[in-house]
């Protein structure tokens, strides 16, 4: 399966919000690899993913209480 990179602007500002989510991220089948630049206004969550949707990754985010949307720059 191809891999894309999906980049979404989020509410996750510091290293505590990150942490909250990490876990859910860590055990998505799919996900290569992620990483949030908390020092972007944007707060920029980007996932190297293999077969994930966007709304899949949205939906993780949202149920830990964040918000995510499709970042488009």
């Known amino acids: 399966m191809e891999s894309k990179e999906l980049q979404f602007k989020t509410n996750l500002t510091c290293g505590g919000c990150v ?12 996900i290569c690899e992620w990483n949030v630049d908390t020092t972007n206004a944007d707060k920029i969550l980007t996932v190297k993913s293999e077969g994930v949707s966007e709304e899949e ?5 949202k149920k830990k209480g964040f918000n995510a949307v499709i970042y488009s720059a």
């Open 19 to 30: 942490s909250k989510v990490s876990a859910d991220l860590d055990n998505v089948d799919g």
């Open 57 to 61: 990754i949205i939906e993780i985010i």
